[in-house]
């Protein structure tokens, strides 16, 4: 039955004529009515353009750019993808995909990578895209004054230049096996020559219209997209809705047909929702609690191992995930990641051990942990949790909670103590290069190793799979031990996605189909 129905498939695409559809099917024992009524199925299923599709989104605020360089949270994520495309595209499988690069290959045992260009593909203003483009793109992401998300992971890079008209070689200083991986991060899109950044002029399938930063961003389809089997949309259109009530409420009306971080409270109601469903997919993205290694109080080690054994995950995990998602430990990779260290010792709530932690520190007073619902969802509920898990404990904390918007700007990175939020990025070397690097800009931890960065810099060089992962354990047991990472539970991400909304692809990269909803899905 399954080859019948993607011969239906392929008739509806135009692949088969009907004709032969219906001698096939014939021929396979199948009657005139059922293969009639197969063919009306693919119909329906099949991606077809038009129509206006709405998402309601959290993770916007009013200091948003349009410049990739400065992307934080998930809607300047969501509007990238928009209006740009990236050299490599992951698959849901995390496997490297062509995107703008047709094909990559890699030299000189990895240190030098050769990336062919698509040719024929156009900019938003109609200027054919070059390897110039793709030189200059790169390059606002590097260099010694970078404050880009994706600075960390490119300071391997010593060199890009334009070896053709569409051909672009890069030299590392180090061999990394991982580079296409690399250019997979969606703060690398592909801009003109000379662009400052901001101008939401890219390659991608829809063609910004309007953007008001922390209220609504409005694009219509790009009719000279490259990739033929992409943005069936007509138009698509961003609502900011930071609010969790507010956000529900839009999608149970219809207004909007996609949302982002339903909470795990109202999934059960949402399901029960004539034409809606709430699609759970698992993956890397973790919620989190950030501890400024370099400063009070958190410069005490032994303060910040009493905090690890104060927060009780089971009881978080429970009350504000309602079990969508899994245990952390105090460090960034868990199974997905290949190189994951499944036996590093899990962390447990254990007063006596928090308590002789804290005793140690010599540490008493009060700590201020900063929290809002935009930094994940349940944020204030956990920190509130912590709170009470501590106190038992003797530690002290004050809470207080930010506005949504600004959070981003204001809040993290900045404050010693904070709720946080990380996606996950497709390698183990890539999260670790992004946020625990000393000199990575978003080392939001401020947790400053030059072991640790030497034993990073061993692992991507080492193009032997065990040593890599011999090196990579013991990356992830000098952040478990010692850093200012509080991870009590790695989430699941939960889209809100309306019946009406066909194409929808679970994708362990990020919410919304990996943030790419607007380009794969279609209306049935």
Avoid at 323 to 334: A, E, H, L, R, V
Avoid at 483 to 499: E, T
Wanted: hydrophobic content about 40%; proline content about 6%; some cysteine.
């Amino acid at each position: 039955m399954e080859s019948i129905r993607a011969l239906a498939d392929l008739t509806i695409r135009g692949g088969l004529s009907r004709r032969t559809f219906m001698e096939r099917a014939v021929a396979l024992g199948l009657g005139i009515p059922l293969a009639t009524s197969l063919l009306a199925e693919a119909a329906l299923a099949a991606p077809k353009k038009g129509g206006t599709a709405v998402l309601a989104l959290q993770g916007g605020a009013s200091t948003d750019s349009l410049d990739p360089t400065t992307y934080q949270s998930q809607v300047p994520a969501e509007v990238g993808y928009l209006f740009g495309n990236t050299l490599v595209e992951m698959s849901p499988a995390n496997v490297p995909t062509a995107e703008l690069a047709e094909s990559w290959e890699g030299l000189d045992a990895a240190k030098r990578w050769v990336f062919k260009l698509r040719q024929g593909v156009q900019f938003h203003n109609g200027k054919e895209m070059t390897a110039a483009d793709v030189v200059f793109s790169l390059n606002r992401h590097r260099g010694p004054n970078s404050k880009s998300g994706a600075a960390g992971q490119m300071k391997i890079i010593e060199d890009v230049k334009a070896t053709d008209s569409h051909e672009v070689t890069m030299t590392l200083s180090q061999a990394n096996a991982d580079m296409p991986y690399l250019m997979s991060d969606y703060h690398l899109l592909i801009q003109p020559e000379g662009d400052k950044g901001d101008s939401g002029i890219g390659t991608g399938p829809y063609v910004l219209k309007n953007v008001e930063p922390g209220v609504r961003v409005a694009a219509e389809r790009n009719p000279h997209y490259f990739k033929p089997d992409r943005a069936w949309f007509d138009s698509v259109e961003f609502l900011v809705v930071n609010d969790p009530t507010a956000r529900i409420a839009a999608f149970e009306s219809g207004k909007a047909h996609m949302i982002n971080r339903v909470e795990p409270k109202v999934v059960a109601l949402l399901k029960r929702a004539p034409g809606l469903e709430v699609i759970s997919t698992p993956g890397r993205g973790q919620y989190l609690f950030l501890m400024h290694c370099d400063k009070p109080p958190f410069d005490n080690a032994e303060l910040r191992l009493a905090m690890k054994y104060a927060i009780d995950r089971e009881q978080i995990l429970k009350l504000c995930l309602q079990g969508y998602g899994s245990i952390g430990n105090d460090q960034p990779i868990n199974s997905p990641y290949p190189f994951f260290a499944a036996d590093i010792p899990q962390y447990q709530y254990d007063l006596d051990k928090a308590k002789f932690h804290v005793k140690k520190s010599g540490f008493d007073g009060n700590i201020l942990l900063h929290t809002s619902d935009v930094a994940f969802t349940g944020a204030v509920d956990a920190a509130t949790l912590l709170q009470a898990s501590a106190a038992k404990a003797g530690i002290k904390i004050d809470i207080k909670r930010d506005p949504g918007d600004g959070y981003w700007d204001n809040i993290w990175n900045k404050e010693s103590f904070c709720a946080s939020y990380w996606g996950g990025r497709p390698t183990t070397d890539q999260m670790l290069s992004i946020a625990y690097l000393s000199d990575a800009p978003w080392n939001d931890t401020k947790w400053f190793r030059p072991n640790f960065d030497k034993i990073v810099a061993e692992a991507r060089s080492e193009l032997d799979d065990a040593k890599r992962k011999t090196l990579y354990r013991e990356a992830q047991l000098m952040i478990h031990d010692d850093g200012g990472a509080l991870i009590p539970m790695f989430n699941d991400f939960l889209d809100g996605v309306s019946k009406k909304i066909g194409g929808y692809v679970k994708d362990p990269i990020g919410e919304l189909s990996g943030y790419r909803a607007p380009e794969r899905c279609w209306f049935v």
